[in-house]
DNA sequence: ATCACTGTACTATATCACTAATACACCCCT
DNA sequence: AGGGGTGTATTAGTGATATAGTACAGTGAT
């Protein structure tokens, strides 16, 4: 289906899928409960290393996104509530990554403002719906 | 004056710095012009190799956030305006990672646009002011 | 001219991240 | 019991990262 990966990239393989997948269940794509491929069908599709996905499949579990049970496969974790102590300071830390990025890109606190809300509008419109027609892999 | 850095965080000890000399130039702490520590003063005061900072410095001005002179020292760069169509695409991108974070957070999108307007206040308020007081590098 | 400061360049080396190859272990179905 | 699917472990090779030492080169002041 989707997910794609540049060896030549600079940016690591495992890093390249992991943003990916990430990606994948945040805007919908991948919902609670779905299978992921497996190891070895995913490596084989993207001519990489089994153990490369499987890196990717673990730190994934670590992070609580998805769920592996040797001999059945992998699937989307339900989402759980974080800490919210732990919650504010992440939050405050990727909105702060925000502001050096748009500084250093020289964008207007104005434009910023309306790119953002246009974002999360249409953030909040993919969960909303299925989602098959998607380009993101693409 | 600010600046630390850990050996043992995993992150290389160069990306550490040089995100903390972004963070800086952006926050308004180091201004245009500003000179920065020189390459052998920063790195006897973090512990650390004079190539190490060397090479923070330099990707800085690959960046073009810093510019140096042999024998003068370093400096933090005039801003530049980047172009319109790659401005346009990285900030979308660093839109798009913001809401992946978000909703691994379960962050709500009320509680994620209070935050964003808020960081966005605070950041202008930032720039605006000569900000001697600020706690970033503790 | 000399000195004391700046950035820059090379070489060598140790360590660790990343990827790969191969083999192992578990689960389900028939 | 066996086969074919799954995740997992072990080992190893390659390259990036960081350290260290040493030397070079430009700038401004004395």
Redesign the interface.
């Known amino acids: 289906m989707w997910y794609y990966v540049d060896p030549h990239s600079g940016v690591p393989i495992y890093v390249q899928l992991k ?1 990916q997948v ?2 994948a ?3 919908g794509l991948l919902k609670e409960g779905e299978q992921l491929p497996s190891v070895r069908e995913l490596a084989l599709r993207l001519t990489i290393n089994p153990n490369t996905v499987y890196k990717v499949y673990q730190e994934l579990e670590r ?1 609580g ?1 998805i769920e592996t049970a040797r001999g059945l496969g992998t699937f989307v974790a339900l ?4 800490d919210a102590a732990l ?1 504010e300071a ?3 830390r ?14 207007d ?1 104005k434009t ?2 309306e ?3 246009k ?2 509008a249409n ?2 419109e993919r969960l909303r719906k299925g989602d098959e027609d998607n380009d993101m892999g693409n």
Do not use: T
Not at 79 to 82: H, L, S
Not at 97 to 107: G, I, P, R, T
């Open positions: 943003e990430k990606k269940v945040a805007s992070e996104i989402k759980k509530q974080k919650q992440a939050l405050d990727a909105l702060e990554n925000l502001m050096v990025e748009a500084y250093q890109l020289s964008v606190s910023l403002k790119q953002f809300l974002k999360l953030w909040k």
